[in-house]
């Protein structure tokens, strides 16, 4: 997934006689069913003389609502610093701590965060985004992937008055970013609404910089809730199904009382252009990182050091829980406050501070707004018993890195002495193997050195390079160690499910392993041929 934002404003409609023509065939064709229509009408009117016709049906105007917003909605011009480029970073592993999900589907390869870049003279580059004005006193938000590399950054308003604009402060795991002008009078502001409030058929409108056109308004409804699309630990978007474009980015989306309940953030497009699929942050997730920027200019979250995993159905039967539910620890932080509680990968939290967990999201949104130093009341599912233990919240720290390991495309290399087992090759863990996958020294267990066609393991998501670290929740340290224990552990769960803990470059992840009793002695029969 890639960060499209090389637009350009499209050609006037003067350079292409051939759109011109069309649209004017289309408006004669219009133009014909219209007198037709009309013709039809007058002949029904006719033939019931007496009747009194009914008054025309008319649309609700959403004009007031515009007027009242508009004047609060900016368009934001950057001049990037020099040399420095758009930021067009694939962002479908947002690095959060948690882990990032591996592998991409189809709309995740057309997800995309959007500004308008324009050319401009020289080296210089100018890229265009959108913002709004939540406060008299000049403090305007925006997305933080709009200011990347800003050097110079200019507000524009509605009246095409301009003002220079600083930045107070940045959050990239919310993408949000707070400027603020000088101002010598009060600014028109919008104010913040309840975005727990919206439901789903709510109707929104969208204000933004489109293509560089300056206030565009479009309209839609609320199409979904609490949407997760992977671009970081935090997503919980409202999806809407207005029009929303390159320049739109920072903008903001109203309720009907013309309050902010969301900021613009990302689209799925096959195109590039709208399709009616657009997220914004909701404003009860944005505004608590808004005040925190104006208050410090950073934002302070807490944080448990565990990397989280979704409970699929598959990995709920292995870990033996009735329902797919709860957040799954498939790493734990060195020395973290995690660590420090004793909390285990494989681990499944339950319950933290009393409220439910249902997903790995909801875990992460309540240890960050948990402030750093109060112990945390968790319950965990482990090896079918319920645990209770209660760890101490640290500070989120400011840069945390989870390198993905480049599976093997660092050229052949001399084939290793190995163990096979269910079309897996295993390879033991040597520093040459160490280097070439970028496997922390800490980690311990069998690496995965091939993977058969004809493997279960070929449609889970496992890959050459990735280390096998425990079978059934059973640590292992040598290949022969996990071929024994993925044996044992297929034939006494008489063909159920395996949770299988990988580490793939230093990040933790669980797979569920499906087997029958006929796939795991045919495909053993097979290993023992090979060694």
Do not use: C
């Amino acid at each position: 997934m890639r960060l499209d934002r090389g637009s350009r404003l499209l050609p006037a409609l003067p350079r292409r006689p051939h759109v011109r023509r069309a649209i004017l065939a289309a408006g004669l064709a219009f133009s014909l069913a219209g007198s037709a229509a009309g013709a039809q009408a007058a002949e029904r009117d006719a033939a019931a003389p007496g009747q009194q016709r009914a008054a025309p049906a008319t649309m609700p105007s959403f004009a007031p609502l515009v007027q009242k917003v508009l004047p609060a909605v900016v368009s934001i011009s950057i001049s990037l610093k020099s040399g420095a480029r758009p930021n067009d970073e694939d962002m479908d592993e947002s690095d959060t701590g948690q882990g990032a999900t591996p592998g991409t589907s189809t709309l995740d390869e057309m997800l995309r965060r959007f500004f308008e870049e324009q050319p401009a003279p020289g080296r210089q580059r100018t890229v265009l985004g959108s913002g709004v004005v939540i406060d008299p006193t000049g403090y305007v938000v925006t997305d933080d992937h709009v200011v990347t590399n800003a050097g110079k950054i200019t507000i524009i308003f509605h009246d095409h008055t301009e003002r220079p604009a600083k930045i107070v402060g940045r959050d990239a795991l919310m993408d949000l970013a707070l400027l603020k002008i000088d101002v010598d009078q009060p600014l028109p502001y919008a104010a913040w609404g309840d975005s727990d409030g919206a439901a789903v058929g709510d109707w929104v409108l969208a204000v933004g910089n489109s293509f560089g056109l300056g206030g565009t308004v479009s309209f839609g409804i609320i199409s979904a809730r609490g949407r997760d699309i992977h671009l970081g630990p935090f997503d919980a978007f409202l999806q809407i199904d207005a029009s929303i474009n390159r320049g739109n980015s920072g903008g903001p989306i109203f309720n009907a009382d013309g309050r902010v309940i969301g900021v613009t953030t990302a689209i799925y497009t096959p195109s590039g252009g709208s399709v009616g699929i657009a997220f914004a942050i909701p404003a009860n997730l944005a505004k608590p990182v808004i005040d925190q920027l104006r208050a410090r200019g950073k934002v302070i979250r807490g944080w448990l050091g565990v990397q989280l995993q979704e409970v699929t159905p598959a990995l709920a039967r292995s870990l033996g829980l009735p329902r797919a539910e709860g957040a799954l620890i498939a790493d734990v932080a060195d020395g973290g406050p995690g660590a420090k509680a004793g909390f285990r990968p494989g681990d499944v939290v339950l319950l933290y501070n009393g409220r439910s967990i249902e997903t790995e999201r909801d875990l992460s949104l309540l240890v960050a707004e948990t402030p750093p130093g109060q112990q945390g009341a968790v319950t965990v599912w482990r090896k079918g018993h319920e645990v209770a233990l209660s760890p101490i919240i640290e500070e989120m720290p400011a840069a945390r890195s989870i390198a993905l390991g480049d599976n093997g495309r660092k050229g052949d290399q001399p084939a290793p002495a190995t163990s096979s087992v269910l079309g897996l090759t295993l390879a033991p863990l040597t520093l040459k193997w160490r280097e070439l996958f970028n496997v922390p020294d800490k980690v311990r267990g069998a690496l995965v050195f091939s993977i058969a066609n004809d493997s279960p393991f070929a449609d889970l998501d496992i890959a050459r390079g990735d280390v096998i670290v425990t079978v059934d929740q059973e640590p292992v340290s040598t290949p022969r160690e996990a071929v024994a224990k993925l044996r044992e552990a297929t034939r006494r769960r008489d063909g159920g499910t395996v949770p299988i803990l990988l580490n793939r470059g230093g990040s933790g992840r669980f797979i569920a392993l499906s087997l029958n009793d006929a796939t795991a002695d045919r495909q053993d029969r097979r290993s023992s041929s090979q060694r």
